[in-house]
């Protein structure tokens, strides 16, 4: 069985660009769930999806940051336009029903310069 | 505001010894706990797990302990191997979002 991926694993990009990044989750899981972390810091939450519904977006950090799942299968994360603060390595779970036991993708590195 | 903490960065152990992580967090009604462990340029992967209404969960080398009192829990390692260096997380749902640690980072020394 495939596990989580993510594409791309690195993207160097200028402030002011855009970037979108992808997670495709193990296939049948329910639930996704984007984090970001900053070196040294936690892996923060960002959002929530069951299927295609978005069930909880209260981490994401402003309206420069869009995320959808398209058809409940994969999911898409776009920065627009990106700032200095959005560079970090945005890790992809996803889960399977009401299980607490998330897989993790190996995370897409983000550096804004 | 961090809900979970792990206070200690990183720790070095000896191989064969005892590990022992850490982590705190700061509302009572959190109810279920998870430990994953990260390698560089991987994803953290799910290790052991524990509900509040245990006080000790045991797999194998690993065991995770719950002080609900406290509002801590430890995750014990023994015996420490070297393939066990990597960076371990604490974490805890709640509603419909995680909250995770800012990880401690192990050294098992051969």
């Known amino acids: 069985e495939a596990g989580v991926t993510q594409f791309p694993s690195h993207s160097v990009i200028e402030k002011g660009q855009t970037v979108t990044l992808r997670c495709d989750p193990i296939?049948?899981?329910?639930?996704l769930y984007w984090y970001r972390r900053v070196m040294g810091k936690e892996i923060k939450f960002l959002l929530h999806?069951?299927?295609?519904?978005?069930?909880?977006e209260s981490g994401m950090p402003n309206n420069r940051f869009l995320a959808e799942r398209t058809g409940g299968t994969y999911s898409t994360l776009k920065v627009q336009p990106a700032e200095l603060e959005d560079s970090g390595v945005y890790f992809c779970?996803?889960?399977?029903?009401?299980?607490?036991?998330?897989?993790f993708g190996p995370g897409t590195r983000l550096t804004v310069t | 505001d961090q809900q979970v903490k792990q206070n200690s960065p990183s720790l070095s152990v000896q191989e064969g010894r005892i590990s022992i992580l850490n982590c705190d967090y700061t509302?009572?009604?959190?109810?279920?706990f998870l430990w994953y462990k990260k390698y560089p340029a991987e994803g953290p992967t799910f290790l052991i797990s524990?509900?509040?209404?245990?006080d000790k969960n045991e797999d194998g080398r690993f065991t995770v302990f719950l002080n609900k009192s406290a509002k801590h829990l430890s995750l014990h390692i023994v015996p420490s191997q070297p393939g066990d260096s990597a960076v371990y997380f604490c974490a805890t749902p709640t509603g419909n979002q995680f909250y995770f640690g800012t990880g401690t980072s192990l050294t098992v020394i051969p």
């Open positions: 779970a996803s889960s399977q029903g009401t299980s607490y036991e998330q897989y």
């Open positions: 524990i509900s509040s209404i245990k």
């Open positions: 296939s049948g899981h329910d639930n």
């Open positions: 999806f069951v299927k295609e519904s978005k069930q909880d």
């Open positions: 509302n009572s009604m959190f109810d279920y």
